[in-house]
């Protein structure tokens, strides 16, 4: 019932009829007292139409455990890369997509860095996320445009050289 009323109040404040993906933040199984109810209770959302897909997004082993136990639960996956998190591996020895990666560009610096230092970054760190999910989607988020803007160029130079 708590999860029905949660998800009514999102679409009310959404004003919109459902939500394409509904995500489990952040889960552990050992918080989930009850994960087959949680996926029944998921399940009856499906079918009135309010939610079209369960997510999990969070830190690798933590989703991991979840995802092989529960695979309903986790129809789209987003996990944190941070070597510390498990990240992408962790699921994959476990043979689950990844769907979505964010916590690529934390720690690059840019507050500092000269402009050329900032594209230099920006460029590894974009290299090494299309490494790691080649057909998926890479999360960046920011509240200032010119660091769109810096991406946007960097990936542009990218699939040039490639």
Do not use: W
């Amino acid at each position: 019932v708590f999860m029905k009323n949660s998800v009514e109040r999102s679409l009310r404040a959404l004003r919109a009829d459902y939500v394409d993906i509904l995500m489990l933040h952040e889960p552990m199984l050992r918080q989930i007292p009850d994960p087959d109810d949680l996926a029944h209770e998921l399940d009856l959302l499906k079918a009135s139409g309010k939610i079209r897909y369960v997510g999990l997004s969070g830190y690798g082993h933590a989703l991991a455990e979840i995802a092989v136990q529960f695979p309903k639960l986790g129809e789209v996956i987003q996990v944190e890369v941070a070597e510390s998190s498990g990240g992408v591996g962790a699921l994959q020895q476990c043979q689950r997509d990844v769907q979505v990666t964010f916590g690529h560009f934390r720690g690059a610096q840019m507050n500092t860095a000269t402009t050329e230092e900032r594209f230099q970054r920006l460029q590894e760190k974009l290299s090494h996320a299309t490494q790691l999910n080649p057909s998926g989607v890479i999360l960046f988020s920011t509240r200032k445009p010119s660091h769109i803007d810096e991406v946007v160029s960097s990936l542009e130079k990218i699939e040039r050289h490639n």
